[in-house]
């Protein structure tokens, strides 16, 4: 029984460890992740800003070309 008992002990432990390390990754990503989607806002921005210059008509990026 004890033995049962260290061994449950044991695999909690482990499985908490790896839990914490998910954790810690996951909180990374996100981080990542809002500094990628910033950074993209802004190189649209940018773009559409560019169009307006060269261009001086809205922007339709976000629009399907008329062939689709």
Do not use: C, F, K, Y
Not at 16 to 30: C, F, K, M, N, P
Not at 37 to 45: A, I, K, Q, T, V
Not at 59 to 64: E, H
């Amino acid at each position: 029984m004890t033995d049962r008992i260290l061994q449950l002990e044991e695999q909690i432990a482990h499985l908490t460890r790896t839990v914490e390390e998910l954790s810690d990754i996951v909180a990374r990503q996100e981080t990542e992740l809002a500094v990628l989607n910033r950074r993209s806002s802004m190189l649209m921005e940018r773009e559409a800003q560019r169009e307006m210059e060269v261009g001086g008509t809205v922007p339709l990026a976000d629009q399907r070309p008329p062939h689709w």
